[in-house]
Each structure stands twice: as C-alpha cells, then as structure tokens.
C-alpha cells in the first residue's frame, strides 16, 4: 500500500476527469495534462500473448484488450525494482515525454495503470518486431534498405530534437518496425530535455545532471565518456553507429568488452568494410564527428592527463547539428532519391516475418511479474545495479569495472594519477580502525594501484601493493557494505556507504585476471 501510495505520489497520476477508455482525451492532475489517461484498468482487462521484448526495467508483452480486441504492447515495470534501482525518474520521464509527441516514427503512449505490483505502459504496437532482428537474422541490410530506414529515423530524429529532446538511447535495439514496415523509435527512459525544450515535465523528473552516463555502451560518443552534458550531437553520433550497424551486421567499435569498446570509441578507431559505398563511408564519418577533415585538418590528437590519445570531439560540427540543422545531412548524397515529404507514405522495404514466440502461460499466477525475470545487460544506467548481489559472470566483473569507470570521470583525483592512468573503481569508504574509523577516497586505477587519498586535503595517502596473486591480495566481503583487504603485511577493514563490497572484490579480482 505504501509502495502504491509513493507511487501515486511520484508519478503524479490521477483519476481521469475526462476522457473514456483508451481515448486521446484531455486528462488534468494538479501538475500537468495527459491526453494518455491513467485508466483504472487490471492485466485481468487484457488477454496477454507473446513477450516483445525485455528492456532493462521492463518487460513488453503484447496484451489484446478483452472488450474491444485492440492490440496493444504492454510495457510492465515492477515497482519494486523500479525503486530499489532508482528508475522512477526515468518511468516518469518516459510515460510524461511520450504523452506529449506526436509523429508517425514515434511510438504512441494510449493510456497508463498500475496494481500493487506493477506499472503499466500500453503502447502501440509494433507487430514487425526490432529493427536489429532484421540486421542480425539476414546478417546486413542493403545501401537502399539502409537509406530508407535511416532517411525515416532521421525524420523522426529531427522531430525530437525540434521538441528540445535528446533521446540518448538510439540503437537497433529501439528502433522498432510497424506491421507495414515502417520505422518507430521506441524507449524514451533516457530522454533529456534541453532548457529551451517546450514539453511540460513534472518538477524533480528532469532526471539527473545533464552530463549523467546513460545509454549503450557501443553507441556512446567520446564527449560523454569524458562527462560532457548531453547535446543533439549525441544521438547523431549513435545514428551514424546505427548506419553502420545496419550495413555491416555489427556496431562499429565493437569488441570482446566494454571496457575495450570504451577504449575504440575515445581513439575513434573505425575502420570501414570495403564493400561500403563512398557515400555510405562520408555519411558515417560526418556524424563520427570526422569533422577535420573538413577544416582541413586531417584530425586532432591530444594527449591530457589520464585520458590517452583520443580524437577532439565537437558534436556541434556532427551533420544535422550544424546552422543549417538537419538540411545538410537530407541533401547527402547516401540519401539521393529518398522523398523526404513523403517518407512516411513510401513502401518499405519487404523484410522478415518476427520470429514466432513460445507462447507463456501468464495466467498461472496472480501477478504476472512474479513470471519474468528483471534485469539484463542490453542498456544501462549510471547506477550499478543490484548492488546487494554478488555479480558473477565476467562479463559482470567488465561491466561493473567500466560503469565505474564512468562514475569516475572527475579531474579532481587526477593529480593523484600518473599519465596514461584511468581511475577504475572510486568510493569514498569509511576505513575501520581500531580506535577510530576514518574517511578515505579509495581508488582502484587500471595499472592497477589502490590508492587512498584524503578528501579533506587533498593528498595522497598510503597505496596498498598490488598484486596479481590471490594469496597476496584477496578481498573478503561480510556483507553489501563491509569488506577486508587483504594482504601478507596487513588487513584492513572497510565499510561501503553505497554497498558496493561486492563491486569492489569483482573489480579487483576482474584486474587480477585481466
Ligand atoms: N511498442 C512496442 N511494440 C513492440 N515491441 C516493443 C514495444 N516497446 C518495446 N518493445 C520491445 O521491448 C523491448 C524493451 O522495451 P524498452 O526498450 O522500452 O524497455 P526499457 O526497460 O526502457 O529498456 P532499456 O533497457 O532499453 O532502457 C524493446 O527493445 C522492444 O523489443
């Protein structure tokens, strides 16, 4: 009852005052108007059929209407793991940002409920299935196929950006295809409005500071690894990632992990199949930022501290994010021959059926969360998740090594690195000691060195010798916050505030056997 009451209180979302079921009337809260109405519906209203997809705080079932027979794919979230992850923000963002767009590329929102379990998301749905079945089932796309889908992204993409939005999750994954084949951009989680955006959000639901690290590791641009605020330029960045990935089969800095992809993205190490047209290979370079060359500057390679070799980066100079904005990359020559008025009215290219799903009896349970399973790694955020369970897999242990990584982009501990180091892992412990426990800013580099440093001076205190060897560094966690280093010469006792033990023995041992 709590749970549902800060729910309520959270979301802001009250009985509809006009409007009837599944209608696109105007319904008023306290704070703002949806024209998708919260419906005092019941997933016992719906007869539930296969599952669409899995996002990272979601499932997508496609649910038929039991009175009316509509379609609809019903995005559920468990509220519990909703708050435990801290994704309110984000539900809220996306449930209030899609309310208020309106485009064929774009998935409509029809109305919204909850139970005491579950939030409710009915969207339109997408019977075609994700654009990246489509790439991955026939191995690439053609030029044609790929110029018509990006040319409807691209529209749809203008639209957002028209909005003051930044989607901040552009991928194959998100681009989802109609039953006719036409392109809908899907998942608006991650959105950021600009200052200047006109769509209405609740007080507190812009959700982080602007330079927070969200998205798909193999579609982030290098200015956001280095913690620079979100721009228009980031999705042009993971639109020509998308391009890419649509005519080879694979994202372009892809790699063994994140951690390495991390390291492709910052050298910009693209290199392009030769059966890429020239003006497929000069579209992607634009919205790769290659915009030296255009300056007459073959590139910019800078050395700074900490951060290696990496390319100067302005997603300003990106095509489409220029004076001109979207005109310039409309005219490219990849785009020869696409009727841009008309895009929405041209037939698709043919594609395959969507794999049949094993159907799941839902019905076996009263809550039908209590069927799936929340998680997977396909997107995240800047928190780590779960930080009470001990993560296994070693895709884990990277994954939670370059999460941090990204916390960690703050110049403020650089003096304390040498050239060439990455900060790993960093937390401000508290460091146990027998008589009083101290604060201490802990840092695991990837040389890698531990390290403390004082936060109130400013200065570097003891290292603690690394070594490869278990039998001569080994962590041992008691629970989610405490821990123990330890070493031949000393043991030493630390508690987590963030209850990050767990992420802590990973990420050491992660380097131990790296
Ligand atoms: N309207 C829809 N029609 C059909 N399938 C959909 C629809 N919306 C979502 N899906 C499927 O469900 C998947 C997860 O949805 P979505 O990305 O919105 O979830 P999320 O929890 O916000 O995920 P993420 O981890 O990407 O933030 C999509 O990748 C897609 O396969």
């Known amino acids: 009852m709590e749970m549902e009451r800060d729910f309520e209180t959270k979301l802001q979302l009250q009985q509809p005052e006009l409007g009837g079921v599944g209608s696109k009337a105007v319904q008023r809260t306290n704070s703002i108007t949806f024209r998708a109405p919260q419906e005092q519906f019941t997933v016992n209203d719906f007869e539930l059929g296969k599952l669409l997809g899995t996002g990272s705080y979601s499932k997508v079932i496609r649910a038929k209407k039991k009175d009316t027979g509509n379609i609809y794919a019903l995005k559920i979230m468990d509220k519990k793991f909703i708050a435990k992850e801290n994704k309110v923000s984000y539900v809220k963002m996306e449930r209030i940002v899609l309310d208020q767009l309106d485009h064929p590329g774009i998935i409509s929102l029809c109305f919204t409920f909850q139970d005491a379990y579950s939030l409710y998301m009915a969207l339109e749905c997408c019977e075609g299935g994700e654009l990246f079945d489509q790439i ?165 390679l800078r050395l700074e501290h900490g951060k290696g070799i990496g390319w100067d980066t302005d997603p300003s100079k990106r095509l489409g994010a220029g004076p001109d904005g979207y005109a310039s990359m409309k005219k490219h020559s990849f ?128 290292s603690i010798i690394w070594s490869d060897k278990p039998s001569e560094l080994n962590v041992q966690v008691a629970n989610s916050s405490h821990f123990k280093i330890c070493t031949p010469r000393k043991v030493i006792s630390f508690e987590d505030p963030k209850d990050r033990a767990w992420q802590w023995k990973t990420a050491i041992e992660g380097l131990q056997h790296r």
């Not at 799941?360 to 799936?372: A, E, I, K, R």
């Not at 403020?412 to 960093?426: D, K």
């Open 335 to 462: 785009f020869k021959g696409i009727d841009w008025k008309n895009i929405w009215k041209t037939p698709p290219p043919p594609r395959l059926a969507p794999v049949q799903d094993v159907s799941v009896d839902y019905n076996t349970h009263d809550n039908p969360w209590s069927l799936m399973h929340v998680g997977g790694d396909a997107t995240y955020h800047h928190d780590i998740p779960d930080a009470n369970a001990c993560p296994a897999s070693s895709s884990e242990v990277l994954s939670i090594s370059s999460l941090a990584s990204i916390d960690s982009f703050d110049s403020r501990w650089q003096e304390f690195l040498e050239s060439g180091e990455a900060i790993v892992m960093i937390s401000k412990l508290k460091k146990i000691q027998k008589f009083s426990n101290k604060k201490v800013q802990f840092i695991l580099t990837d040389k890698p060195r531990l390290l403390f440093v004082d936060p109130s001076k400013m200065t570097a205190k003891t």
């Open 136 to 300: 991955t089932r026939r191995g690439r796309l053609t030029e044609k196929e790929a110029c018509f889908y990006a040319a409807e992204v691209i529209d749809a993409l203008e639209y957002i950006h028209s909005m003051g939005l930044i989607h901040r999750d552009i991928k194959p994954e998100n681009l989802l295809l109609t039953s006719d084949g036409h392109i809908k951009i899907a998942d608006f989680g991650s959105v950021k409005p600009t200052r200047e955006s006109q769509i209405t959000v609740l007080p507190n639901s812009a959700n982080e500071k602007a330079c927070t690290f969200v998205g798909t590791a193999a579609y982030i641009p290098p200015e956001v690894l280095n913690s620079s605020p979100a721009t228009f330029g980031n999705d042009l960045w993971a639109l020509g990632c998308t391009i890419y990935q649509m005519l080879s089969g694979s994202s372009p800095f892809k790699d063994a992990s994140e951690w390495l992809i991390f390291q492709r993205i910052i050298a910009r190490n693209l290199k392009f199949p030769e059966y890429f047209s020239h003006e497929a290979r000069d579209l992607i370079d634009k919205l790769l930022d290659e915009y030296g060359l255009e300056c007459g500057m073959a590139f910019v």
